[in-house]
């Protein structure tokens, strides 16, 4: 079996259209799993709007922030942070677009890749992330990788979720120094 290389990098303008679509085009069944209410869904030109008026801002100025998670070089998923608040706090998301990619245990791989870029760049003290109660695959990551169980409430915890239960995890910035040099 051929080897898998996994990388990371920054969000390009070219990816737009493959974030884009990964919501637009998944089936309602699977964007109901992650909690997503398809009422809040922007169209594709509004949401393509929203990501271009984000991409230029500094960084301290950005309402979100991407790394394209990569297979081979080729994209197949990714990871943003939102509520940002520099040298704080910010809120993660994980998504594999491509459903082969998924249930192989590669998003703790990604996510060692793409955590140096949330905590350097933003310079965050601590780093949350709230996947549904009910979705077991970002749950058993964020826990493998040692981000610790702090609740599980109700709320809507993004801006095109549906009110539901979420596993509020945690990373503090002294635990992400652990895990680099470990």
């Given at each position: 079996?051929a080897?898998?290389?996994?990388?990371?990098?920054q969000?390009?303008?070219?990816?737009?259209?493959n974030?884009?679509?990964?919501?637009?085009k998944s089936?309602?069944?699977?964007l109901?799993s992650m909690?997503v209410d398809?009422s809040k869904?922007?169209?594709?030109?509004?949401?393509?709007?929203?990501l271009?008026?984000d991409f230029?801002?500094?960084?301290?100025?950005?309402?979100f922030?991407y790394i394209?998670?990569?297979?081979?070089n080729?994209?197949v998923?990714?990871?943003?942070?939102?509520?940002?608040?520099l040298?704080?706090?910010?809120?993660?998301?994980?998504?594999?677009?491509q459903t082969?990619?998924?249930?192989?245990?590669l998003?703790l791989?990604f996510?060692?890749?793409t955590?140096?870029y949330?905590f350097h760049?933003f310079k965050?003290?601590i780093l949350?992330?709230?996947?549904?109660?009910?979705?077991?695959?970002?749950n058993?990551?964020l826990e493998?990788?040692g981000f610790?169980?702090?609740?599980s409430?109700?709320?809507?915890p993004?801006?095109?979720?549906?009110y539901?239960?979420?596993?509020?995890?945690c990373l503090t910035?002294?635990?992400?120094?652990?895990?680099l040099y470990s």
């Open positions: 079996m080897q898998v290389k996994l990388s990371v990098r969000l390009e303008v070219s990816d737009f259209e974030i884009v679509d990964y919501f637009l089936n309602d069944n699977f109901l909690g398809i869904l922007p169209s594709r030109e509004a949401w393509l709007n929203i271009m008026s230029y801002l500094p960084a301290e100025k950005k309402s922030y394209i998670w990569l297979m081979n080729e994209p998923g990714h990871s943003n942070i939102n509520k940002i608040v040298g704080e706090e910010a809120y993660m998301h994980l998504h594999l677009w082969e990619a998924r249930k192989k245990g998003g791989d996510l060692k890749l955590l140096p949330y760049t965050l003290k949350y992330c709230e996947p549904s109660a009910v979705n077991a695959a970002p058993k990551t493998k990788l610790d169980f702090i609740k409430y109700d709320t809507i993004g801006w095109i979720n549906a539901q239960t979420v596993n509020r995890w910035e002294e635990k992400f120094k652990s895990l």
